[in-house]
């Protein structure tokens, strides 16, 4: 895939971002995403723990090279930040979401089996059988989609009639085609040492080194995003015209309309009691107290 396609706004298309830093923020604000997929024609929707991580990787042949840009349009209806190519030197700067858990989850169970169909269809190509694997060159061996989600709600937008109350909000959505991570260790440790990473910020530094028992139990997805939407609203509510004469008349005293910010708030921490001797760090300190800091700031800013 070249380019990412925009899952364009049907409506308040004025709120509307379609590129991957707008997305990532709201990915890495979030500490849980829900995932949606089919399973056995039946819609299914999880809560999971989501990295959205943009790499570097080789451009396909024959793609056009235009320089990398951070925060600007890149040449689809203003989407930018994956697929884009560093000029001259065959070099992608491409967006996917890493999704994690046990191997008998029913989402990782779905894409090792799709994995292992298409594998066992591109062994029938190869030995020139197609054993209804495939027919006339088109694959049936269809991969996982999925739907991903990431919500933030930053205030409760209250105003003087019932259908005037609303949220401010900021929300990614994105659908993606789901693939194994097979093979590489060392690179499904970094991925794992990342999502610990994104819970708490250097976690990873201050604590025992990953088990290799655990990692063996660890199954990893990676969605290649096919196409994604930002959406987020801000400020005070809109007061909508009324007929005094139809919809009776105005309470008394007026309705009070405004925004109540609203932001997660992290406590302080609660000891476990599972290792004798040790101490809150600084690091986790900092984080609380930075992350509770900016989630406030933001739900106040949005709210005028």
């Given at each position: 895939?070249?380019?990412l396609?925009?899952a364009?706004l049907?409506?308040?298309?004025?709120?509307?971002?379609?590129?991957?830093?707008?997305?990532?923020?709201?990915?890495?604000?979030?500490?849980?995403?829900?995932?949606?997929?089919i399973?056995?024609?039946?819609?299914?929707?999880?809560p999971?723990l989501?990295?959205?991580?943009?790499?570097?990787?080789d451009?396909?042949?024959?793609?056009?090279?235009?320089?990398?840009?951070?925060?600007?349009?890149?040449?689809?209806n203003?989407?930018?930040?994956?697929?884009s190519?560093?000029?001259?030197?065959?070099?992608?700067?491409?967006?996917?979401?890493?999704?994690h858990?046990?191997?008998?989850?029913?989402?990782?169970?779905?894409?090792?089996?799709?994995?292992?169909?298409?594998?066992?269809?591109?062994?029938?190509?190869?030995?020139?059988q197609t054993?209804?694997?495939?027919t006339?060159?088109?694959?049936t061996?269809?991969?996982?989609?999925?739907?991903?989600?990431?919500t933030?709600?930053?205030?409760?937008?209250?105003?003087?009639?019932?259908?005037?109350?609303?949220?401010?909000?900021r929300?990614?959505?994105?659908?993606?085609?789901?693939?194994?991570?097979k093979?590489n260790?060392?690179?499904?440790?970094?991925i794992?040492?990342?999502v610990?990473?994104?819970i708490?910020?250097?976690?990873?530094?201050?604590?025992n080194?990953m088990?290799s028992?655990?990692?063996?139990?660890v199954?990893?997805?990676?969605?290649r995003?096919?196409?994604?939407?930002?959406?987020a609203?801000?400020g005070?509510?809109?007061?909508?015209?009324?007929?005094?004469?139809?919809?009776?008349?105005?309470?008394?005293?007026?309705?009070?309309?405004?925004?109540?910010?609203?932001?997660?708030?992290?406590?302080e921490p609660?000891d476990?009691?599972?290792?004798?001797?040790?101490?809150?760090?600084?690091?986790?300190?900092?984080?609380?107290a930075?992350?509770?800091?900016?989630?406030?700031?933001?739900?106040k800013?949005?709210?005028?």
């Amino acid at each position: 895939m070249s380019k990412l396609e925009p899952a364009t706004l049907r409506r308040y298309q004025e709120r509307g971002l379609y590129d991957i830093p707008s997305a990532k923020k709201v990915f890495d604000d979030s500490f849980i995403v829900h995932v949606s997929y089919i399973d056995d024609g039946l819609p299914a929707c999880q809560p999971m723990l989501a990295l959205l991580r943009e790499e570097w990787e080789d451009a396909e042949e024959g793609e056009e090279h235009a320089p990398v840009t951070d925060g600007e349009t890149n040449g689809v209806n203003g989407v930018n930040g994956v697929n884009s190519t560093e000029a001259g030197h065959g070099r992608r700067k491409t967006a996917y979401v890493y999704l994690h858990g046990h191997p008998t989850t029913r989402l990782m169970e779905l894409v090792k089996k799709a994995s292992k169909a298409a594998e066992a269809e591109e062994e029938a190509k190869t030995n020139g059988q197609t054993n209804g694997h495939a027919t006339n060159g088109h694959s049936t061996a269809e991969p996982v989609k999925v739907c991903i989600t990431a919500t933030k709600v930053d205030g409760l937008v209250l105003s003087s009639a019932p259908n005037g109350h609303s949220f401010n909000y900021r929300s990614a959505m994105l659908h993606g085609t789901c693939e194994p991570v097979k093979g590489n260790k060392e690179f499904k440790k970094q991925i794992m040492t990342e999502v610990t990473n994104k819970i708490v910020p250097n976690r990873t530094a201050e604590v025992n080194p990953m088990a290799s028992i655990v990692t063996s139990m660890v199954y990893i997805v990676r969605v290649r995003i096919d196409r994604l939407s930002v959406k987020a609203r801000t400020g005070v509510p809109g007061i909508q015209p009324r007929n005094v004469e139809v919809d009776g008349p105005n309470v008394e005293p007026p309705a009070w309309a405004g925004v109540v910010p609203l932001w997660e708030q992290l406590g302080e921490p609660v000891d476990a009691g599972l290792t004798p001797g040790a101490s809150v760090s600084e690091n986790l300190k900092n984080f609380i107290a930075e992350r509770n800091a900016k989630h406030a700031a933001h739900a106040k800013k949005v709210a005028k």
